[in-house]
């Protein structure tokens, strides 16, 4: 009985047992077998490169990485295969890109009848298009086909999804396009739109009416679709839940959409670089959830800074305003704004000065106000620091950004107790006084910008502390004194040392090893010297090495052509550096080499690959001119070797510089002709051959450069007349081909089609005819220049019409060709004033002149020059030029040199010329002026000289007394008064003058007649005198007649 219980038993407990089984069987999730085939066929259209899909094997799907199952049915919800390490543009090398799906989309998802999320983003799929099937996913409610490599146009049976709550399916590069936004409208159920990148630049205007139909949205993302034109206005606003709405880098060129601001429940917008223009409304400050604003470059959004900034705000934390037309103070009311984290207003009008009551701002992280036109000091103290908790001035703020303003005053306290400041930019403002050495407390700081300032004093040791600091620039200030090791002991992390532009000197030891291993390290204007510096042999890293004008002198170490290989840029100009550079030079790829101004000698060196820049001028450089430059640099831009003793042809191959912009090669002793190949250098702004020993023509290839802004050819042995070809060259603004050979009629095109020329030289060559009136059209003709020529006839009424010369020029604008990377052509003329050449160049753009002296030029002074009021130097001597000088001459007040020496002129000279205070330097000798000179005011300042060879002038400063009755004009009614007056003078002093004879004469015969012996004796004397002066004069008539005649 006991045994037949216990085997009962266990038959019960195994029932029991297999019916549990049974039932934790039944119970497991499998996914459905058509939902299992659908799978591997889709899986079959993929490329796997990196088997991601490794696990969809066996023979229950819901398993398989990325695919989720319904519990209770097993049927396949969701596909989320998107990738989560897509290709880094920053990062090429990493591994990760290459988890990229490609492939096709096979149709067998449409037997996933309960599929609701699909994400295939970030995937490759190299350009097809999105399966149009898609739209027949029924239950989809989540899709997301963004950045997958699709292209061509977004499929309007995607509106067939009414389940549908998110939508992306934005695209790079405008691969995917959109002639219609009416599908989205069947999207009833839509929540969130994304479609950035996607080309929507055929939509029309009507898609603002049509998402205005999705009362459900929350989110709409159209950044970068190419929309145009003015965003239509809504009487109804049915965006009731709309929370985020981006519509920024597109191109509306519309006013701000007023209906935005009654979005209340927007937190999210972005409207940054959309071209919107018009009033930023006032509005927009009252919605009481806006946590982000950014209406960043949009250019032309205006506001007043006071009263928009002045208002509620209540919920900001990011506002973006930068680089618009936002103008006024700063409010001290921007307390208020106490969630704010970002703010920037970089590039606009802002003016004044930082309030104090900034100091509220205790959440600020960023504060962003450079590129404006604040002025003023930073204020001394900040108020409201005791509101936040650290009690310390701004204790969030990590980014300060002032730069490009015009602050003043000394750097305030409070900024060496920022002590999260990660980033300080004050460069480029007004600032004085000491840099803080409290900054070097500032322990986060990883970049400090102080350049640009007028900050004095020495550099404080403390910025040695900075241990986190990757870039520090203190350039262009007022800094002196020495730096030592000190002021770098800790900064291991530097990456970017700029020094340049003070009065500071390096005094380290020769075996100092800096902590550093700095990227760009700018010195310029620091002093180095007197050796080159043995510590730079420790810089492996640097690839940006300025040291220009650091007094460095002797032999550069062999050692630096193994740092030299990887610059990029290499500037040892203005130092007194000797020896040979080595040939080929080391240098990294597209380099910028700049040895100018030194004492190095040799052959010039090449590297052996493309660089993009090379000024050796200003050396001893000797030797040809490599033939194969052209060849081996033909990606270069910028090419200086003037001003050395280079003796060669100019090598045909720099036509092969394709790209060149500045080619100068002046001041050297080349030879044989212009090589016509230039013409190719089609990008060419600048080309200076001058004082060269250059010959032939100008080849007429040369009208081919029609960019060439400058063109000297002067001080050469050039012959012929001046190509018309010239004539295409419509950018030219100088043209110096003056003493040289040249010959023919200066051609009347020059004043027709060069119409931007400023400097016109032509002197000193064999140029005849007539000048043509066609130059009056030169509009910015600033120097004319044609002396010593044959040029004949009068001078053309025309030339008073030269219109830069009519006012003065009072704004100095350099000259400046050809700018690559900080380096340029400036243009250099010059001008003989008084015999003496003076070389302008950064004043040139003030100078006016007209020089046509050495000519046979015949006529009158024409009176309509005198409307030339910013003419500076005017030299018309040495021609056969007549008549008289106009008195409206006074009208040029700007006339600092007058010449008309050496011409046939008569007349009297104006009397307004005494109101001349500029002019410093005239001639008018070897003429026929006549009359008196109006020797008083600005003409008191010249001497004789002036006016020798005029025999009809007379007065000061001349010797020459002016007769009673001489002169005319308003000089002579003048001088009838002083005359005058002189006879007065002179009655009295010829009645002196008779009054001493009588006496001279009465007075000894009175005494003679009292004493006789006295009479005999002086008459006596008078008697003998007589007779020996008589015999000695007829000795000598006696002598003169025997004398024999020639």
Same mark, same amino acid.
Not at 340 to 354: C, E, M, Q, R, Y
Not at 364 to 384: D, V, Y
Not at 526 to 534: E, I, K, R, V
Not at 1028 to 1036: D, E, F, P, W
């Given at each position: 009985?006991?045994?037949?219980?216990?085997?009962?038993?266990?038959?019960?407990?195994?029932?029991?047992?297999?019916?549990?089984?049974?039932?934790?069987?039944?119970?497991?999730?499998?996914?459905?077998?058509?939902?299992?085939?659908?799978?591997?066929?889709?899986?079959?259209?993929?490329?796997?490169?990196?088997?991601?899909?490794?696990?969809?094997?066996?023979?229950?799907?819901?398993?398989?990485?990325?695919?989720?199952?319904?519990?209770?049915?097993?049927?396949?919800?969701?596909?989320?295969?998107?990738?989560?390490?897509?290709?880094?543009?920053?990062?090429?090398?990493?591994?990760?890109?290459?988890?990229?799906?490609?492939?096709?989309?096979?149709?067998?998802?449409?037997?996933?009848?309960?599929?609701?999320?699909?994400?295939?983003?970030?995937?490759?799929?190299?350009?097809?298009?999105?399966?149009?099937?898609?739209?027949?996913?029924?239950?989809?409610?989540?899709?997301?086909?963004?950045?997958?490599?699709?292209?061509?146009?977004?499929?309007?049976?995607?509106?067939?999804?009414?389940?549908?709550?998110?939508?992306?399916?934005?695209?790079?590069?405008?691969?995917?396009?959109?002639?219609?936004?009416?599908?989205?409208?069947?999207?009833?159920?839509?929540?969130?739109?994304?479609?950035?990148?996607?080309?929507?630049?055929?939509?029309?205007?009507?898609?603002?009416?049509?998402?205005?139909?999705?009362?459900?949205?929350?989110?709409?993302?159209?950044?970068?679709?190419?929309?145009?034109?003015?965003?239509?206005?809504?009487?109804?606003?049915?965006?009731?839940?709309?929370?985020?709405?981006?519509?920024?880098?597109?191109?509306?060129?519309?006013?701000?959409?007023?209906?935005?601001?009654?979005?209340?429940?927007?937190?999210?917008?972005?409207?940054?670089?959309?071209?919107?223009?018009?009033?930023?409304?006032?509005?927009?400050?009252?919605?009481?959830?806006?946590?982000?604003?950014?209406?960043?470059?949009?250019?032309?959004?205006?506001?007043?800074?006071?009263?928009?900034?002045?208002?509620?705000?209540?919920?900001?934390?990011?506002?973006?305003?930068?680089?618009?037309?936002?103008?006024?103070?700063?409010?001290?009311?921007?307390?208020?704004?106490?969630?704010?984290?970002?703010?920037?207003?970089?590039?606009?009008?802002?003016?004044?000065?930082?309030?104090?009551?900034?100091?509220?701002?205790?959440?600020?992280?960023?504060?962003?106000?450079?590129?404006?036109?604040?002025?003023?000091?930073?204020?001394?103290?900040?108020?409201?620091?005791?509101?936040?908790?650290?009690?310390?001035?701004?204790?969030?703020?990590?980014?300060?950004?002032?730069?490009?303003?015009?602050?003043?005053?000394?750097?305030?306290?409070?900024?060496?107790?920022?002590?999260?400041?990660?980033?300080?930019?004050?460069?480029?403002?007004?600032?004085?006084?000491?840099?803080?050495?409290?900054?070097?407390?500032?322990?986060?700081?990883?970049?400090?910008?102080?350049?640009?300032?007028?900050?004095?004093?020495?550099?404080?040791?403390?910025?040695?502390?900075?241990?986190?600091?990757?870039?520090?620039?203190?350039?262009?200030?007022?800094?002196?004194?020495?730096?030592?090791?000190?002021?770098?002991?800790?900064?291991?992390?530097?990456?970017?040392?700029?020094?340049?532009?003070?009065?500071?000197?390096?005094?380290?030891?020769?075996?100092?090893?800096?902590?550093?291993?700095?990227?760009?390290?700018?010195?310029?204007?620091?002093?180095?010297?007197?050796?080159?510096?043995?510590?730079?042999?420790?810089?492996?890293?640097?690839?940006?090495?300025?040291?220009?004008?650091?007094?460095?002198?002797?032999?550069?170490?062999?050692?630096?052509?193994?740092?030299?290989?990887?610059?990029?840029?290499?500037?040892?100009?203005?130092?007194?550096?000797?020896?040979?550079?080595?040939?080929?030079?080391?240098?990294?790829?597209?380099?910028?080499?700049?040895?100018?101004?030194?004492?190095?000698?040799?052959?010039?060196?090449?590297?052996?690959?493309?660089?993009?820049?090379?000024?050796?001028?200003?050396?001893?450089?000797?030797?040809?001119?490599?033939?194969?430059?052209?060849?081996?640099?033909?990606?270069?831009?910028?090419?200086?070797?003037?001003?050395?003793?280079?003796?060669?042809?100019?090598?045909?191959?720099?036509?092969?510089?394709?790209?060149?912009?500045?080619?100068?090669?002046?001041?050297?002793?080349?030879?044989?002709?212009?090589?016509?190949?230039?013409?190719?250098?089609?990008?060419?702004?600048?080309?200076?051959?001058?004082?060269?020993?250059?010959?032939?023509?100008?080849?007429?290839?040369?009208?081919?450069?029609?960019?060439?802004?400058?063109?000297? +050819? *002067?001080?050469?042995?050039? =012959? %012929?007349? #001046?190509? &018309?070809?010239?004539?295409?060259?419509? $950018? /030219?603004?100088? @043209? !110096?081909?003056?003493?040289?050979?040249?010959?023919?009629?200066?051609?009347?095109?020059?004043?027709?089609?060069?119409?931007?020329?400023?400097?016109?030289? +032509? *002197?000193?060559?064999?140029? =005849? %005819?007539? #000048?043509? &009136?066609?130059?009056?059209?030169?509009? $910015? /003709?600033?120097? @004319? !220049?044609?002396?010593?020529?044959?040029?004949?006839?009068?001078?053309?009424?025309?030339?008073?019409?030269?219109?830069?010369?009519?006012?003065?020029?009072? +704004?100095?604008?350099?000259?400046?060709? %050809?700018?690559?990377?900080?380096?340029?052509?400036?243009?250099?003329?010059?001008?003989?004033?008084?015999?003496?050449?003076?070389?302008?160049?950064?004043?040139?753009?003030?100078?006016?002149?007209?020089?046509?002296?050495?000519?046979?030029?015949?006529?009158?002074?024409?009176?309509?020059?005198?409307?030339?009021?910013?003419?500076?130097?005017?030299?018309?001597?040495?021609?056969?030029?007549?008549?008289?000088?106009?008195?409206?001459?006074?009208?040029?007040?700007?006339?600092?040199?007058?010449?008309?020496?050496?011409?046939?002129?008569?007349?009297?000279?104006?009397?307004?010329?005494?109101?001349?205070?500029?002019?410093?330097?005239?001639?008018?000798?070897?003429?026929?002026?006549?009359?008196?000179?109006?020797?008083?005011?600005?003409?008191?300042?010249?001497?004789?000289?002036?006016?020798?060879?005029?025999?009809?002038?007379?007065?000061?400063?001349?010797?020459?007394?002016?007769?009673?009755?001489?002169?005319?004009?308003?000089?002579?009614?003048?001088?009838?008064?002083?005359?005058?007056?002189?006879?007065?003078?002179?009655?009295?002093?010829?009645?002196?003058?008779?009054?001493?004879?009588?006496?001279?004469?009465?007075?000894?015969?009175?005494?003679?007649?009292?004493?006789?012996?006295?009479?005999?004796?002086?008459?006596?004397?008078?008697?003998?005198?007589?007779?020996?002066?008589?015999?000695?004069?007829?000795?000598?008539?006696?002598?003169?007649?025997?004398?024999?005649?020639?």
């Amino acid at each position: 009985m006991g045994r037949f219980f216990v085997t009962c038993l266990v038959l019960l407990i195994l029932c029991l047992l297999s019916s549990i089984e049974k039932f934790a069987c039944n119970g497991e999730t499998h996914c459905l077998e058509s939902d299992w085939e659908a799978l591997l066929q889709f899986k079959s259209g993929l490329n796997d490169p990196e088997n991601r899909l490794l696990s969809w094997q066996g023979n229950d799907c819901c398993q398989w990485k990325g695919v989720q199952c319904d519990n209770s049915s097993g049927a396949v919800t969701a596909i989320d295969l998107h990738n989560p390490h897509p290709y880094d543009i920053y990062h090429p090398s990493n591994r990760y890109g290459f988890w990229n799906l490609s492939g096709n989309i096979d149709p067998a998802l449409l037997r996933l009848k309960s599929l609701r999320h699909l994400d295939i983003s970030l995937n490759t799929f190299d350009g097809i298009p999105i399966p149009d099937f898609i739209g027949s996913l029924q239950a989809l409610q989540y899709l997301n086909l963004s950045n997958a490599g699709f292209s061509g146009a977004v499929p309007p049976s995607l509106g067939n999804l009414s389940s549908l709550q998110s939508l992306d399916v934005s695209s790079g590069f405008l691969s995917l396009m959109a002639d219609s936004l009416q599908w989205v409208a069947g999207l009833s159920s839509l929540r969130h739109l994304a479609m950035n990148g996607v080309d929507l630049s055929m939509v029309g205007s009507n898609w603002v009416p049509i998402l205005n139909r999705l009362p459900l949205l929350n989110e709409l993302h159209l950044s970068l679709c190419g929309l145009t034109g003015p965003i239509p206005s809504l009487h109804f606003v049915n965006f009731t839940l709309l929370a985020v709405l981006d519509l920024s880098f597109n191109s509306f060129s519309s006013m701000f959409p007023d209906w935005i601001v009654n979005i209340s429940s927007l937190v999210y917008l972005d409207m940054s670089s959309s071209s919107l223009k018009g009033r930023i409304p006032l509005g927009i400050s009252e919605l009481p959830n806006l946590q982000h604003l950014n209406l960043a470059e949009n250019g032309n959004l205006t506001a007043s800074c006071v009263q928009l900034l002045k208002r509620d705000w209540r919920s900001i934390e990011v506002l973006d305003l930068s680089v618009n037309r936002v103008h006024g103070r700063l409010p001290s009311s921007i307390e208020n704004m106490t969630s704010l984290v970002d703010f920037s207003l970089f590039a606009n009008k802002i003016t004044g000065g930082i309030p104090s009551s900034i100091g509220f701002l205790c959440n600020l992280k960023s504060l962003n106000i450079a590129g404006n036109n604040l002025t003023g000091g930073l204020p001394e103290f900040l108020e409201g620091t005791e509101n936040c908790i650290t009690r310390s001035p701004l204790p969030n703020l990590m980014y300060l950004r002032l730069s490009s303003n015009r602050l003043v005053g000394n750097l305030p306290n409070w900024l060496g107790e920022l002590h999260n400041l990660m980033e300080l930019s004050l460069d480029n403002n007004l600032l004085q006084g000491p840099i803080l050495a409290s900054l070097g407390r500032l322990s986060f700081l990883t970049d400090m910008g102080l350049g640009g300032n007028k900050l004095n004093g020495s550099l404080p040791n403390s910025i040695g502390e900075l241990s986190e600091l990757v870039s520090l620039d203190v350039s262009f200030n007022q800094l002196t004194g020495t730096v030592s090791e000190a002021h770098f002991s800790k900064l291991s992390n530097l990456k970017f040392l700029i020094m340049s532009s003070n009065s500071l000197i390096l005094n380290v030891s020769s075996k100092w090893v800096p902590p550093f291993h700095v990227h760009n390290l700018d010195m310029r204007s620091c002093q180095l010297g007197p050796s080159f510096p043995d510590w730079l042999e420790t810089q492996k890293e640097i690839n940006y090495l300025d040291i220009s004008n650091a007094s460095i002198s002797g032999l550069i170490p062999n050692w630096f052509w193994d740092l030299s290989s990887n610059l990029s840029l290499l500037n040892a100009s203005f130092n007194q550096l000797q020896g040979q550079l080595p040939n080929p030079l080391p240098i990294a790829f597209f380099a910028d080499i700049d040895f100018r101004s030194n004492l190095l000698t040799g052959p010039i060196p090449l590297p052996m690959i493309q660089i993009e820049l090379l000024d050796l001028s200003n050396n001893q450089f000797s030797g040809p001119i490599p033939s194969s430059i052209g060849d081996v640099l033909s990606n270069l831009v910028f090419l200086s070797l003037s001003s050395n003793s280079i003796t060669s042809e100019i090598p045909t191959s720099i036509g092969n510089m394709l790209l060149l912009e500045v080619l100068n090669l002046s001041q050297n002793n080349l030879t044989s002709s212009i090589p016509s190949s230039l013409q190719n250098c089609s990008y060419l702004k600048a080309l200076d051959l001058r004082q060269n020993n250059l010959s032939g023509v100008i080849p007429l290839q040369l009208g081919q450069l029609l960019q060439i802004q400058t063109l000297h +050819l *002067s001080d050469n042995s050039l =012959s %012929g007349e #001046l190509p &018309s070809s010239l004539q295409n060259c419509s $950018s /030219l603004e100088t @043209l !110096d081909i003056g003493n040289n050979k040249f010959s023919g009629n200066i051609p009347p095109w020059i004043g027709k089609r060069l119409t931007n020329l400023r400097v016109l030289r +032509l *002197s000193s060559d064999a140029f =005849s %005819g007539r #000048l043509s &009136s066609q130059l009056s059209n030169l509009k $910015s /003709l600033q120097v @004319l !220049d044609l002396a010593n020529n044959n040029l004949v006839g009068d001078i053309p009424a025309s030339l008073g019409d030269l219109q830069a010369m009519t006012q003065a020029q009072s +704004l100095n604008k350099y000259l400046l060709y %050809g700018k690559f990377n900080g380096l340029y052509y400036e243009e250099n003329v010059v001008i003989y004033i008084k015999g003496h050449a003076r070389e302008y160049t950064k004043t040139l753009s003030l100078v006016s002149c007209i020089d046509l002296s050495g000519n046979n030029l015949v006529g009158e002074f024409p009176e309509v020059m005198t409307n030339l009021g910013g003419l500076i130097v005017l030299n018309l001597s040495r021609n056969h030029i007549s008549g008289s000088i106009p008195e409206k001459i006074a009208n040029m007040h700007e006339l600092e040199s007058l010449d008309v020496s050496n011409n046939q002129l008569s007349g009297n000279i104006p009397l307004s010329m005494t109101s001349m205070t500029p002019l410093g330097s005239l001639n008018f000798s070897n003429n026929n002026f006549s009359g008196k000179i109006p020797y008083t005011g600005q003409m008191t300042t010249f001497d004789a000289s002036s006016y020798y060879g005029n025999p009809g002038l007379c007065g000061p400063p001349l010797l020459t007394s002016c007769q009673s009755g001489g002169g005319g004009g308003d000089s002579d009614r003048r001088g009838t008064v002083d005359e005058d007056k002189s006879d007065i003078k002179d009655t009295g002093f010829y009645l002196s003058l008779g009054l001493g004879f009588a006496a001279g004469i009465l007075v000894p015969c009175v005494i003679l007649a009292i004493k006789k012996s006295w009479s005999d004796a002086y008459f006596g004397f008078v008697d003998t005198l007589i007779n020996r002066t008589l015999q000695m004069c007829s000795s000598r008539v006696t002598t003169d007649r025997n004398r024999p005649r020639r």
